[in-house]
């Protein structure tokens, strides 16, 4: 098994930056996801780390540090359209050797003007 | 629109009435997932499927819960007797097989919202 923890909720203002925090504690780590879900709709692929460092995508980036069990998600240049929740997903190889995918409670993000 | 398809979109249903959804993965993904997500909760894991193994299933998929995938293509998740607390929304993945980003990544379909009453 294995935790994820972020934060519930977080406000951060239109055009600014917002930094989402993931820890995690699993055994047989082997990858770790963000997911975008509106409200009411269904979770859309934002970014994927297996190695340590950070991967950039146009305004998110995504930071992995095995070693400790962290990861942020960073969003740059905020719109009003990002508010959403946003997943954190980890994967882990089990002792049958079938890869899990198994999600934070995810971390609702309003934009403010 | 991910291509992974969902039927229904949404579904009311009486207590103790059998109910049966279907997901369409994308064509090429052999790999097939579902999840439960409640308000305010991530997705929860139910079970995966490879072609047309069941491979893995949750100890939340009580025997109430069974899914196929006879043909290795679209997938069904039945829930029979059903109980109030089965009220959330039904989330279908699929994924490409092998190693990378690019096949690694789990894709959602819409999702079929069950509400029992």
């Known amino acids: 098994g294995q935790n994820i923890d972020q934060p519930t909720e977080m406000t951060a203002t239109e055009g600014a930056i917002v930094q989402i925090n993931c820890t995690y504690q699993t055994s047989g780590f082997n990858g770790l996801f963000w997911y975008q879900q509106h409200a009411g709709e269904a979770p859309t692929f934002l970014s994927y780390n297996v190695l340590d460092g950070l991967e950039e995508k146009g305004r998110f980036s995504s930071f992995l540090s095995r070693s400790k069990g962290y990861s942020y998600l960073l969003l740059k240049e905020l719109q009003m359209k990002d508010s959403a929740s946003y997943l954190c997903a980890v994967r882990e190889r089990n002792s049958g050797g079938y890869q899990k995918v198994t999600f934070g409670t995810g971390t609702k993000l309003q934009v403010i003007p | 629109d991910t291509g992974v398809s969902q039927n229904p979109r949404h579904k009311i249903t009486k207590r103790g009435q059998n109910v049966t959804f279907r997901c369409d993965p994308i064509s090429e993904h052999n790999r097939l997932y579902w999840y439960r997500q409640t308000l305010g909760q991530g997705p929860e894991f139910l079970t995966y499927f490879q072609n047309e193994a069941q491979l893995e299933k949750s100890r939340l998929l009580s025997d109430r819960f069974s899914a196929e995938r006879p043909k290795g293509s679209f997938s069904t998740l039945e829930i029979q007797r059903t109980e109030q607390g089965d009220s959330a929304m039904y989330l279908c993945?699929?994924?490409?097989?092998?190693?990378?980003?690019?096949?690694?990544?789990?894709?959602f379909g819409p999702g079929t919202r069950l509400t029992v009453l």
């Open positions: 993945a699929s994924r490409a097989g092998g190693q990378g980003s690019r096949t690694d990544t789990q894709y």
